[in-house]
Nanobody, 122 residues
Framework: VQLVESGGGVVQPGGSLRLSCVTS????????IGWFRQAPGKVRESVSC?????????YSDSVKGRFVITRDNLLKNRVYLQMNSLKPEDTAAYYC???????????????WGQGTQVTVSS
């Protein structure tokens, strides 16, 4: 199983970024995908997650209404996190993870990518 994130970068407050998580090594509809983030000195926190068939999604209160998670069910190997109206407090390393259980708990996810850095700064 492999997950590779991309799409991070430096953006001004109010800007947008789209993160991608390209996956391989498992049956597409069998696993949930979660996005998590970790800022320096802080614990890893859930950002969003999506169920195996894409029918269920969840967002943390801090990103609800600004971020959107989607699965590409045509290519069947990637998940996107569209991030709009970015704030300085969104600055963190962002990770995608795969697990058999649809949950916001990072401990439930078995496989993780290497992360991509998002910096929101003027």
């Amino acid at each position: 199983v492999q997950l590779v994130e991309s799409g991070g970068g430096v953006v001004q407050p109010g800007g947008s970024l789209r993160l991608s998580c390209v996956t391989s090594g498992f049956t597409w509809g069998d696993v949930a995908i979660g996005w998590f983030r970790q800022a320096p000195g802080k614990v890893r926190e859930s950002v969003s997650c999506i169920s195996g068939n894409g029918g269920l999604t969840d967002y943390s209160d801090s990103v609800k209404g600004r971020f959107v998670i989607t699965r590409d069910n045509l290519l069947k190997n990637r998940v996107y996190l569209q991030m709009n109206s970015l704030k300085p407090e969104d600055t963190a390393a962002y990770y995608c993870a795969a697990g058999v259980k649809y949950t916001v708990q990072p401990s439930a996810y078995e496989f993780w990518g290497q992360g991509t850095q998002v910096t929101v700064s003027s």
